[in-house]
């Protein structure tokens, strides 16, 4: 025990949140179980048990093609069933909510079948490998509105509550007008020309790559935080290792010699590098890469304007620098903000100041977040048009690349 | 999505982890349910989902003396039952491990008891008020160990990957011969002189101050991380604030004026400073505050040996700092190496590199460890032993207070 | 005294250094005295007192227009004379290097004529406001060089000991093929818009805003450190504040009334950004402002390789991040190097590790680097030539800027 | 160029600093070569050209026992003329200040007969070996303070603007009434057990080891920030390497085999670790060690107090870290002030924000403080009494460790 809490036995308040007892269930049926997936259950299984909840999540169904590892998944992860076929999962009684985290060149079909079927639906981001998708998907989100459904989109890094934080200070004014929006998303995953060719690195598959997978982060993370759109940019981008190592499939192994893997050609970015305009005037840059040696998930933004100014960096999540530009001076700093403490959002739930939060708990919050949405029938944030805004706007970038960097401007 | 996942719907591979079904159950039943409850509960709830466990932990019961505030606990946290007797729970068929989160002048009576009924025991930190009582657990789990039950303390911060990582260094030789361990806890939640008189606050109820809420960390990771014990301490401390405002009652309402606010009195320590000698020679320093304005959760550490450094700051979780001094002088510097690679203590079932853990991680690494270390057989890490250890030093540091700073051995 | 001196009065082995008595005089002539001239001047009166050189600096003369100030000047800084006329400091006997501090529109008369009258050339960057000037400069210098004369331009961070560090490292390949660079020049001055229009925000007299104050640092240190050359760039420009008020002259006091201060046009950017690709095929990226609230001599560059990586940011000059991906993943991280080892660029004449530089450091490192290639009749770095290439990419980037950000060779 | 001066040929104002000429001269003689020697010459070189002062330093003459030694060194640091013995030097007519650089060992005899002599006096830190000889130097100034007479002992950190610029807000008020004082001072040359044995390590010569070396900053920078003296300590200290290797002297090389290379014992501590409180009844720690690999010079200060904190590291030694506990929680945390703007002490003469000052400015700000107050008739600060009282403080916590780390009060 290391803190201040103050109840215990032969003194019990009664505890702060009311528990999640009969309160509505809300039915969750997930699609895909990599990664995203393991995140995702994460979330659905302990928001309820944190937050105050209007309706309690239930684990209801999972499904991936492969029956013996969508079994595995269920047990692994805590889903009440499995499914193999996603029409399956989408007409189940039980699930009231589609939780798409398949990569993104199935999310529009199955987006679109569940919101027909009168399904709220989370997707992960990218919305789309195609704006055309993303229109498509956005158009049917929009009819199950009326019907009263939601659909969101996942850029869960709007949860960080330091990010939640920064952007609450610029709605504030505490920043003022805005003049310089810098954002950065830098892995190294890549950097290793033997690293393999996987679904990420194919464009039928992941429709872009740097750019799509971190451009979409911080070009959403970038306009939620100003409070406005990106109108135009100019863009650069680049594939660094054209050819990379086939993932061995089945019968791979059988030739014995190392000499005989197949190569294949790598489809998409390595990285890309833009400069925008924000709807204000302010300048913008954007880079996205998986080449840049050490740096792990270093999510970076920075934010001046005539009254201060913000920065973040993803490896430290639980940090937000603030400067005051309205302090003197001789006192003025770029402050180290711990965003632990109960007045931050999302925090009123958690632990003590000072204690970190990680990355997962963007899941617990989204679910959270969008769980409240649904029972308030309250309109998603962000919604599958934000998502679609986000793929105009890399779209653009990937027009921009083409034609020599020229400006150019975001569709509206 | 932002990483490196490679399994998808079509292209599934199995899941790296077996799923938790198919082994046998370990029934958890916990006692008290504030900040370490609710700590304690996630870990519960979620090592399973996460590694693969040889056992699986199950919520079976909670318990508290006010029924409403345990039945909500329960309800809030996940558990399936609710007990107002400690005695209750201890009897309970589907209990086999008894989790003790109560403030520390309860440890020893339930420690003993569930341990003479034959179940596992988790007791939070520190192990006992006195080393009176910490001895008898210890008599009592070392009898418990003979019939195969598993005793241990809650050292939760052994369980920090970047600590558990610093320890493997260290013991692998990189660091060398040590010649300073530097400890410091701070935090600042009592710098506000109206900050109200809690159990934490009483010397029956919490048994010490900042000692052995703070220090009894600090010492217990200075130890683990040297590999060896303190033999002697020197130590000053001190009440900065000697009285403060009584917590309201039921009634305190009913006079309705401010000044009649009843004030009691702090007897226990805010702040206390020890020298001490390790084993070997190397000079160590120690801090525990709750005074340190502007200082949320700094427990810091720093090792220096003749052939390297470590650092490490709980406020950065996901950092070691390790300084190599073997290398070239030019190009020697503290790295910040992110303890998220799956090389590190803990990351094989985590997120990809780069992605944070938080505070809560610790408890559910504590869960997964006490439970291989019961399915396995296997000597508790940190025993009883261990904790009665940190007692008596705990207990020479108040002994030098009292006797002007003079340089008292820790009892063997 | 807090280090490892080991000399002293009764045991004093001969000072490391040579005195530098019986050497040749080198007259130095400088023309201009505000912040370039006071910092140049520490740089010629302490080389010699610090390195051991082949001649040794007499500060022989200053000039500047009014005779009050630079007389003022003179004695200030301690220059033995002074010249209101620089056509008359030239022609001195006893000035061998003319040293050009003034604003961008005077470089390239006074270095033309400096050169043509015989002297050596030290000349402020930007070389000149426009690639004109910059050529006909160059072609100066190279008739010159044929003469024995040297003449070079004053990029002073290269002799940021931390950044010749890091050239030296990229050079011995410890950071592979680049794939990036990241440049950003950030301070915050102009961000009150009733900061005073000056000179430096005049087009006649300064050439261009932040582009050629800032910019210019960066893309010299960009190509500097990789070695190679920018090929190509696109960008966008902006000035935010567009009015902003006159400094007072002589007579503005007159009138009394705060209201009547002229407001006069912002001619120059307040910020510009830019991508660019180096000759190698690696992708760049530029930033140059003075709007970034809080940043104050924010001059970061971070570059990634195949094998590695380094950072650094002016705010921290003694520090070299450098990360080496050749490294097992569980120890790799960036190091913080204290660039201030015996071993490290320049320092072999400093203080014991850890005892930090300042800025004007730079300034006697170039004084020192200067002296040495007039001594050793040695080519120039860097030369004329190298700053009419930043100035043919300010160039380019102006170009592109105007041009809609269409990626925009760089004139080889 | 890279920053706002507003002054040039055209348009010049006059400089804002007078210039140096008509004030008086004040020679300085100093006595020692070394790095001390070395700092106090630029400190004295460049005051004059920096500050405006009321009289201008002037390089008279430097003193050491080897003739050669002495010469090289007078044209290197650029004093005049060179003696090899201190009491010629005292003599001297154009000497009025006598800068004393020398071990401790001799500090008592020369600042005694310099005081006697009429001379002003400078001494480095610590002001003597034993508490006697720092009584008789007192003693000496006192009666020499009188006579007009000013000495001052070199406590050169207090000149960090960083420090200072705390001190300025801890005298406001800022930080509240004090809670705890930290203060390390962590260097690494003697991790290697082959490093020499030197007059450092010699009892005789150095009187102390880390305690006088390094310890003396910390208890004066401590007492200095906190406005108060430390009324007792409990220490511990500690040789953890007791045989070095000799120096080679002038015959060593004569055997020609490395094994023959004769061994001393080294007669001081590498470590001292203690406690104290301070007058107001604040808790203060300190460490003083050679022996903390990675540490360069890790000078580090964090006061807590009931309104705030202040922290600051030596190895950043423009920045100052101020986390103001009267904020909002939710938007404090500790600022990273750089200490680089007009408004704070020693600022005013040197270079734009964010221009960094490095480790020998320190001197330089010496040598102005102390200029002004000779110039001024004013009481010197740090005076003889403070070094006294340092002294006091070093001698009981060598009290302290040898009885066992008795608490042992300093004498007043």
């Known amino acids: 025990m290391a803190r201040r809490e103050e109840t215990d036995q032969e003194a019990a308040a009664p505890p702060t949140h009311r ?4 309160v509505p269930v809300l039915g969750v049926g997930m699609v895909g179980y990599a990664f995203m997936g393991a995140a995702h259950s994460q979330g659905w299984r302990t928001a309820g048990h944190v937050f105050d909840l209007p309706m309690r999540p239930a684990l209801a169904a999972i499904c991936g093609r492969d029956r013996a590892a969508v079994d595995a998944a269920a047990a692994r992860h805590g889903w009440a069933a499995a499914e193999t076929d ?3 999962l989408i007409a189940r009684d039980d699930v009231q909510l589609v939780d798409i985290c398949t990569p993104g060149d ?3 079909e199955i987006a679109i079948a569940a919101l027909a079927a009168g399904k709220h639906v989370l997707c992960e981001k990218p ?3 195609t704006v055309a998708e993303a229109e498509a998907m956005t158009e049917a989100a929009e009819r199950a509105a009326a019907r009263g459904q939601v659909a969101m989109v996942g850029f869960n890094y709007r949860r960080v509550p330091a990010i939640a934080y920064a952007r609450q200070l610029i709605a504030e004014g505490r920043i003022g007008t805005l003049r310089h929006v810098r954002a950065a998303y830098l892995q190294d ?6 690293s393999p060719l996987t679904w990420r690195l194919e464009r039928e598959r992941a429709g872009s790559g740097a750019l799509g997978d971190l451009g979409a982060h911080i070009v959403d993370l970038a306009q939620y935080l100003a409070g406005e759109p990106l109108v135009g940019v100019s863009a650069v981008s680049e594939t660094f290792v054209r050819e990379r190592p086939r993932l061995a499939g089945p019968s791979a192994g059988l030739s014995g010699a190392a000499d005989t893997i197949a190569r294949g050609a790598v489809t998409v970015d390595d990285a890309a590098l833009f400069t925008g305009r924000l709807a204000s005037g302010a300048l913008a840059s954007f880079e996205a890469t998986r080449m840049a040696a050490g740096r ?9 304007g005539e ?3 913000l920065a973040f960096d993803l490896e430290r999540l639980n940090e937000l620098s603030f400067h005051d530009h309205t302090e003197p001076a001789a006192t003025a700093g770029f402050r180290r903000v711990l965003v632990t403490e109960p007045q931050h959002p999302y925090l009123e739930a958690w632990w003590p100041p000072g204690h970190a939060l990680g990355y997962e708990h963007t899941f617990v919050h989204q679910a959270r977040d969008l769980v409240r ?8 944030a962000p919604s599958f048009a934000d998502g679609l805004q986000v793929q105009r706007v890399l779209a653009a970038v990937e027009e921009s690349a083409e034609k020599n960097s020229v400006h150019t401007p975001v569709v509206l």
């Open 189 to 194: 995953w890549l950097v290793d020309p033997e």
């Open 307 to 309: 009254r201060g100014s």
């Open 127 to 129: 919305l789309a490998n």
């Open 86 to 88: 996603w029409r399956a």
């Open 373 to 380: 949405t649904i029972a308030e029938g309250a309109a998603p």
């Open 19 to 22: 528990p999640a007892t009969n």
């Open 296 to 304: 792990k998930n270093a999510l970076r933004l920075e934010i001046n």
């Open 106 to 108: 199935s999310h529009a």
